[in-house]
Nanobody
């Protein structure tokens, strides 16, 4: 059974930092791409950052230079270090793991999400 458990969310003042963690179990972690997504109230879910099984990273323009995604394959965990937080970063953050299973097919698993609230 695949399980993704996020932690590290909370309330922080503008300019502060948080580190989110997503611990995975039930999968061969090293062959999965990992991603962090967020969804604010009334907004669509958006990609924040992802990291491939090979370690390549990609970031949304809105978080470049402030957020860093990393993975620890020995701990089956992906992290999102968030610095210089802004009120507009307030959202539910969720991690997703993805593996290609065909030419155009993927299998995805999602965590339950963790709330991040940035006060002004």
């Amino acid at each position: 059974q695949v399980q993704l458990v996020e932690s590290g969310g909370g309330l922080v003042q503008s300019g502060g930092s948080l580190r989110l963690s997503c611990a995975a179990s039930g999968i061969t972690f090293t062959i999965y791409d990992m991603g962090w997504y967020r969804q604010a109230p009334g907004e669509q879910r958006e990609l924040v950052a992802n990291i491939t099984s090979g370690g390549s990273t990609n970031y949304a323009d809105s978080v470049k230079g402030r957020f860093t995604i990393s993975r620890d394959n020995a701990k089956n965990t992906v992290y999102l270090q968030m610095n210089s937080l802004k009120p507009e970063d307030t959202a539910v953050y969720a991690c997703k793991v993805r593996r290609r299973i065909g030419q155009t097919s993927f299998i995805n698993y999602w965590g339950q999400g963790t709330q991040v609230t940035v006060s002004s």
